[in-house]
């Protein structure tokens, strides 16, 4: 199955700054995925990273919060601008049809721990 | 759009006892239905997942059974570990294809004590 390489791992941020997270994966997938993770929650979908065009975000995730880059089949960004407390979540990139267990489940990043203060 | 329900929300069972956790769908045109398993302060791993053409799945103590007329499937653990310990979430997607979005469960915290 692919390795996915996600960072940073943690950080924590002041409110109104803007954090990017990295998300490399050892071979060419189609879709990368971009996840948010509140604690104790699930995993809520914030976009769709396609390469070559914009990213399709979900109801409630805006592209000028979430901006996310997708310069080439293996990588993908996401930065969250302009934080806020409320923005203290982990966030995970995944992708699809890789292999492992099933090649039709999703492969996750190890996500990004986020605190805002 | 979809929209999966997860029961029960945790689930507390005694070693080499059984575990059920069953998630409901609402989009009968969801084909694929795998389930995660994430331990603490890790990623969610893919454990089993089962196609719309199929009734039932295992792969050792993990069992996975589909009813697509009734829209709900269910995870199966039996003997259960202390390592089974984790938060397990079902998911529902519209196609096999792996560009697919999923719609996640709440999840269901299993604790196995000894």
């Known amino acids: 199955s692919a390795v996915i390489s996600q960072k940073p791992s943690r950080d924590i941020c002041q409110r109104g700054t803007s954090l990017t997270i990295q998300c490399q994966v050892d071979s060419q997938v189609t879709m990368m995925f971009w996840y948010r993770q509140q604690p104790g929650q699930s995993l809520t979908l914030i976009a769709t990273a396609n390469q070559g065009s914009e990213a399709t975000y979900e109801s409630g995730f805006v592209i000028d919060k979430f901006p996310i880059s997708r310069p080439n089949l293996t990588f993908s960004t996401l930065t969250v601008s302009n934080m806020s407390p409320e923005d203290s979540s982990i966030y995970l990139c995944?992708?699809?049809?890789?292999?492992?267990?099933?090649?039709?489940?999703?492969?996750f990043g190890s996500g990004t721990r986020l605190t805002v203060v | 759009g979809e929209n999966v329900e997860q029961h029960p929300s945790t689930l507390s069972v005694q070693e080499g006892d059984s575990a059920v956790i069953k998630c409901t769908y609402s989009?009968?045109?969801?084909?694929?239905f795998p389930w995660y398993k994430q331990e603490l302060g890790k990623r969610p791993q893919l454990i089993i997942d089962i196609r719309s053409n199929v009734g039932e799945k295992k792969d050792q103590r993990i069992a996975v059974t589909l009813n697509k007329t009734a829209k709900h499937f269910s995870l199966h653990i039996t003997e259960t570990q202390p390592e089974d310990s984790a938060v397990y979430f079902c998911a529902a997607r519209e196609t096999t294809d792996s560009w697919g979005k999923f719609q996640f469960g709440a999840g269901t915290q299993v604790v196995v004590t000894p």
């Open positions: 995944s992708v699809g049809g890789t292999g492992g267990a099933s090649v039709y489940g999703y492969t």
């Open positions: 989009d009968s045109a969801s084909n694929y």
